[in-house]
């Protein structure tokens, strides 16, 4: 190639593409975004224009984009059904590739992802954004110089109480499968998981509701357009080293506001986030100490996500977020929709 810079194509072009992977791009001098695939072409030429990539490269078809196109990374951020496809046909292309989250809708798919990824030797990246805030690499930090010792027990909770998407395909089962399991609780659950150092699941026991959602509301999406099973989620995780999980999910409650909130108890230490805060036995006394996250004030995780994929991709190193912990998130979102079909426990 003329220039050393990394060529990105992008699959699937609409707003978390446009709002939060193009800028991770932009603000990285060794990458540019030289091909857009997309099937409403609307959204396709608007992206191209915000990107500056000629009409020549734009494409509604990805394998076309493949074809024609020389490319070292596909960036995939399509409705949730439609990861699997074009991530194989990229890693089959010789590209490496990142994907949003959820990495899929089904165990399954993940698996034919991650053989794609073996076959050809490149990497593979969830984007997983919470792991890349500021509270969430120092909490990371924290554990991985022992200060939590064995992590037994987490509660992870993300609330919204009238928050119900009314764009995008977020409320269509064609599109999307899954309602705020896959668009909020895949993000609360990794991060528990990344900072339990994914231990493996064995039981979930779990409830699903839609009570809200397909009535009229004051949210603004369309009610008989909502399709997906969840607009909430509860459940309860068991794993293999004794270690639990409680974790609630929801597009539309009747609660006094919305949360995200973490908290890990430790053999020596807990976290609470947000703020981070760390609970510990010193001086005879139990005290709380909230952080004070200075060296990544102001990051941005989306962009710190695109910077740690590219400097795995230029070093050599491990994907940051690889598909094989992506495939025990999954296990354990396919297990929370079985168990509240099945009305019981049931193995991961």
């Not at 809708?105 to 992802?113: L, R």
């Not at 030797?121 to 924290?142: C, H, N």
């Not at 005290?287 to 590219?310: D, M």
Request: aromatic share 6%; hydrophobic share 45%; with cysteine.
């Amino acid at each position: 190639m003329a220039s050393d810079k990394l060529r990105v194509g992008f699959v699937g072009s609409g707003a978390i593409a446009q709002g939060a992977h193009f800028p991770g791009w932009r603000e990285l001098g060794d990458t540019e975004i030289v091909a857009i695939c997309d099937i409403i072409p609307e959204t396709a030429a608007k992206a191209a224009e915000i990107a500056g990539v000629p009409k020549k490269n734009v494409f509604a078809d990805y394998n076309k984009m493949l074809e024609k196109v020389e490319l070292d990374i596909v960036d995939v951020c399509t409705p949730n059904c439609y990861h699997k496809g074009p991530t194989v046909a990229a890693l089959d292309a010789g590209c490496h590739v990142i994907v949003e989250k959820p990495v899929a809708t089904s165990a399954a798919e993940v698996e034919e992802m991650i053989a794609a990824k073996n076959r050809s030797k490149k990497l593979l990246m969830v984007a997983q954004s919470m792991r890349f805030g500021g509270e969430a690499l120092a909490a990371k930090r924290f554990v991985d110089e022992g200060g939590m010792g064995r992590i037994y027990w987490a509660q992870a909770e993300l609330l919204r109480p009238r928050g119900v998407p009314a764009w995008g395909a977020f409320i269509s089962g064609e599109m999307s499968a899954g309602g705020p399991c896959y668009d909020l609780a895949v993000h609360i659950l990794d991060l528990c998981l990344h900072l339990m150092g994914f231990p493996e699941p064995v039981r979930v026991s779990a409830n699903i509701w839609v009570e809200i959602s397909d009535k009229p509301s004051l949210m603004k999406h369309d009610p008989k357009k909502f399709t997906v099973p969840d607009e909430l989620a509860a459940g309860f995780i068991r794993f293999e080293d004794g270690a639990c999980i409680s974790l609630a999910t929801s597009w539309a409650v009747n609660a006094p506001g919305g949360t995200n909130k973490m908290f890990l108890a430790g053999t020596k230490a807990g976290i609470s986030s947000p703020p981070l805060t760390i609970v510990r036995e010193e001086h005879g006394m139990l005290t709380n100490a909230t952080a004070q996250v200075l060296p990544e004030a102001g990051i941005k995780s989306h962009s710190e996500e695109i910077r740690q994929f590219v400097e795995a991709v230029r070093t050599g190193g491990p994907s940051p977020v690889p598909p094989e912990q992506a495939l025990i998130t999954q296990r354990i979102l396919d297990g929370i929709y079985a168990s509240a079909e099945k009305g019981r426990e049931v193995k991961v």
